[in-house]
C-alpha cells in the first residue's frame, strides 16, 4: 500500500477503504509518512468530502492511535455532552449536575479556551484548590458515587487529531466539515462515553455562521457516533449573542451557582434544562416529556445544586463557594460601557465581545498562555433589549486597569444599535438526530 495511491484514489472522488484509511493514520503518527503527502490528502477532503463510513473509520482510527479510556466499570449508561464553542457558555457546569441528580452518569472530560471562546476547564480552575486532573480509577469511582465528574482532557487522548489539526492549521484545510466533525468526535471515542450529546453553535460568536452549515456538521458528527455505535444527537443552539449575562471564568462561575439556585439568566436556564433532558433520553433513563419535569424538579428542589457541592468537594475544591460568592476573585477595576443612543440593541458581534473578554485577560491568544481568572464582562442589557442614552449596557472587570477603555471600545463597536425593535430567535434553533 502506498500513501500516493491513496491521494490519487481520493483525489479521483473514490471512497478510500477502512484498511487505507487505518494505513494513513498509523503511518502519520509513528512518522512514516511525511506532513507534505497528508498535506495533498487533506486537500483532496476538502474538494471531495467522505462518506459516513469513511468517516466513521477515519474518526475511529484517530480515537485509537492514542489511549482509549475504559468506562466499563460506570454502572449504567455514561453520557457526555460536547460544545463546539461559545462566549459565556458555561452550560457544562449546569447541565452535569442537573442529569446527575436525576440519576445520569456524566463522566466529561473538557478542554480549555482558546481565542474569543471560553473552555470549562478554566472556568472551573477559578474555584480554589479545585483539581481537573484525576487518574483513571479516581475518575470512575466518583461518577459511580456522584454520577458527576468534569476533568480536564488527558495529554493521550487521539494524538492523530493533535497532529492533524497542527497540519490543517497552516494548509487551509481547517474549513472541512468532514475534518472538523472527525477532529471534534475523535476526542469523543476515545473519551469512552456510550452516549453523548452534541451541542452545535451557530452565529456570529459560533464556527458555524449560518443554521444550514452548522446542521451538516451536526448530521456528520452524528453519523460518526452512530457508524461507532454510540447514541448520539445534536442540538443547534444560537450563539448571535452570549448566553447568560456573565462573559469570563469566576463570573461565569457565578452566573453558574446563581442559576442552579433557581434565579439564573432565563436564556441560560431554558437551554440547560433542555439539553440536560436530552441526556437523561440518551441515557435510557426515560421518555422526554418526563425527563423535562425531572431535570426542573431537581433545579427546584436544589438537587442539582448539591450535585455540584459533592463534585466541588470530591475534587478538592472550596465548595464554600456555594453560599459565599465573595470567595471568587473578581477584578478589581471596572468600566462601564453605555449605550449611545436611546433605543435597542438589534444584534451584537458575539466574537467581537469574546475578544473584549480576552483583552481584559479573561482568555488566552496562544495555547497554554496566562488567563486572569477574574477579568471578564457582565451584560446589562443583551439583543432586544431597550436602552437610553448613557445607560449602563455592560460593566468590564479587570486586575489591570489600563486594560478597561479599549477592551470597552471593542465591545461597543460589537454592539449595533436601532430604533425598532429585533426579533429575537429561541436559544435552541433545531434537532439532528
Do not use: W
Not at 215 to 233: P, T
Amino acid at each position: 500500500m502506498r500513501m500516493y495511491d491513496i491521494i490519487l484514489k481520493k483525489r479521483s472522488n473514490l471512497p478510500l477503504t477502512d484498511e487505507e484509511i487505518r494505513f494513513v493514520i498509523s503511518g502519520y503518527v509513528n512518522g512514516e509518512i511525511p506532513d507534505y503527502q497528508v498535506s495533498a490528502l487533506l486537500m483532496t477532503i476538502v474538494f471531495n468530502g467522505m462518506n459516513a463510513r469513511e468517516l466513521g473509520t477515519l474518526t475511529l482510527a484517530m480515537a485509537q492511535s492514542g489511549h482509549m479510556v475504559d468506562l466499563s466499570d460506570i454502572d449504567g449508561i455514561t453520557v457526555d455532552k460536547h460544545s463546539t464553542g461559545g462566549v459565556g457558555d458555561k452550560t457544562t457546569l449546569i447541565i452535569g449536575p442537573l442529569v446527575a441528580a436525576c440519576g445520569g452518569k456524566v463522566a466529561k472530560m473538557s478542554g480549555r479556551g482558546l481565542g474569543h471562546t471560553g473552555g470549562t476547564i478554566d472556568k472551573m480552575e477559578s474555584i480554589p484548590d479545585l483539581k481537573v486532573s484525576l487518574n483513571q480509577e479516581a475518575f470512575i469511582n466518583q461518577v459511580n458515587t456522584i454520577g458527576l465528574a468534569v476533568i480536564g482532557q488527558s495529554e493521550g487522548l487521539a494524538p492523530a487529531d493533535k497532529k492533524l489539526y497542527a497540519l490543517r492549521d497552516v494548509t487551509g484545510t481547517v474549513d472541512s466539515i468532514p475534518l472538523i466533525a472527525s477532529s471534534v468526535m475523535s476526542k469523543k471515542l476515545a473519551s469512552g462515553a456510550q452516549a453523548i450529546l452534541l451541542d452545535v453553535k451557530v452565529g456570529s460568536g459560533a464556527f458555524m455562521k449560518t443554521l444550514d452549515d452548522a446542521r451538516v456538521l451536526a448530521k456528520a458528527m452524528v453519523d460518526i457516533g452512530k457508524e461507532n455505535g454510540r447514541s448520539v444527537k445534536a442540538v443547534l443552539t444560537d450563539m448571535d449573542r452570549p448566553l447568560g449575562h456573565a462573559i469570563g471564568n469566576a463570573l461565569e462561575i457565578r452566573e453558574v451557582i446563581d442559576t442552579l439556585k433557581g434565579h439564573g439568566p432565563q436564556d441560560l436556564t431554558h437551554e440547560c434544562l433542555i439539553m440536560a433532558a436530552h441526556m437523561l433520553v440518551l441515557s435510557h433513563i426515560c421518555d422526554y416529556e418526563t425527563a423535562l419535569s425531572r431535570v426542573q424538579e431537581a433545579l427546584d428542589s436544589g438537587a442539582a445544586l448539591d450535585r455540584l457541592r459533592m463534585m466541588i468537594d470530591a475534587q478538592g475544591g472550596d465548595s464554600r463557594v456555594l453560599d459565599d460568592e465573595s470567595i471568587l476573585a473578581i477584578g478589581k477595576f471596572t468600566y462601564d460601557v453605555t449605550a449611545p443612543q436611546d433605543g435597542y440593541i438589534t444584534h451584537m458581534n458575539t466574537e467581537q465581545c469574546g475578544i473584549a473578554s480576552v483583552m481584559l485577560g479573561a482568555g488566552r491568544t496562544v495555547k497554554d498562555g496566562p488567563i486572569d481568572y477574574s477579568a471578564g464582562i457582565i451584560m446589562h442589557k443583551k439583543t432586544g433589549d431597550t436602552v437610553r442614552v448613557g445607560e449602563s449596557i455592560a460593566t468590564l472587570y479587570a486586575s489591570d486597569e489600563s486594560l478597561l477603555a479599549n477592551a470597552g471600545k471593542t465591545y461597543l463597536e460589537a454592539i449595533a444599535f436601532g430604533e425598532t425593535a429585533p426579533v429575537v430567535v429561541d436559544t435552541i434553533l433545531d434537532m439532528v438526530e
